[in-house]
């Protein structure tokens, strides 16, 4: 069996806090979606989905089954309450219980993690430009109940600026609420725009309060060895970005 691959957050963490994110090796599945494919949503067999999903709980040594969210680029919350599973389709999701594992599944999307300093209430958010500009970080920084001055942040692998090209409707989608965001788009010689999902974020954050950010850098479309790009292959596969707190540790 292939070592399943994942990138863990390069950041200081609260103590009993795991946080990394999926590349996409280790796993079976075949075309497009080769191999470590986490997501039943795309166009691969259920059984290569369901092996996969064995496997990241078996390297990692999970203690429970993500939470695997219907993922709609909305900006729905589900606020975990340490025993059911999430029904309704949503974005993001929060937990203040030990030993549940949130997931966000993406390909260029963002994955935003954010926690308490104190490492006991955790958040998860997936922020495509559509659920970033609707205010999905907002919502979930508001089910996570922690002041913003005491929340930490981390930002995973995303389509990077010079691969995200965008109309002008998805600028003044952002420049309606914030002028000031006009920094992170940059016009092309085809009188489109490079959008910078990341920086995008990371000022919405600090225009939260929210100042201790870091973002791991990693682009998806630049590197089809390591990650799933929608944008780069429609037919493509999805990470997981993961989140927990073990029990045994707190």
């Excluded at 103590?15 to 497009?32: D, F, W």
């Excluded at 998806?220 to 037919?235: E, G, I, K, N, V």
């Amino acid at each position: 069996m292939s070592a399943i691959g994942w990138l863990p957050a390069h950041r200081v963490l609260p103590a009993a806090v795991r946080l990394g994110t999926t590349t996409r090796h280790g796993g079976v599945s075949r075309g497009g979606c080769e191999a470590l494919n986490l997501a039943t949503s795309v166009s691969d067999a259920p059984e290569a989905v369901a092996e996969n999903r064995n496997r990241l709980r078996a390297a990692l040594n999970l203690p429970s089954e993500p939470l695997w969210l219907k993922q709609v680029h909305g900006i729905r919350v589900h606020v975990d309450d340490g025993r059911s599973l999430p029904t309704e389709p949503c974005d993001a999701a929060v937990t203040a219980h030990p030993d549940r594992v949130l997931a966000i599944l993406t390909a260029d999307c963002l994955p935003v993690a954010l926690m308490h300093r104190d490492g006991l209430r955790l958040g998860l958010a997936h922020a495509g430009w559509r659920g970033l500009a609707a205010g999905v970080i907002e919502a979930t920084l508001t089910a996570l109940e922690s002041p913003a001055s005491e929340v930490i942040a981390w930002l995973g692998p995303a389509i990077g600026s010079s691969a995200f090209e965008v109309g002008d409707d998805v600028r003044a989608a952002f420049l309606d609420q914030a002028p000031e965001d006009c920094l992170f788009f940059a016009a092309n010689a085809r009188g489109r725009w490079q959008a910078d999902l990341a920086a995008l974020a990371r000022a919405r954050l600090g225009r939260l309060g929210v100042t201790d950010v870091v973002d791991c850098g990693e682009c998806t479309h630049s590197q089809p060895d390591r990650f799933y790009s929608h944008r780069r292959d429609p037919q493509s596969g999805r990470q997981a970005t993961l989140l927990w707190r073990h029990r045994q540790s707190r």
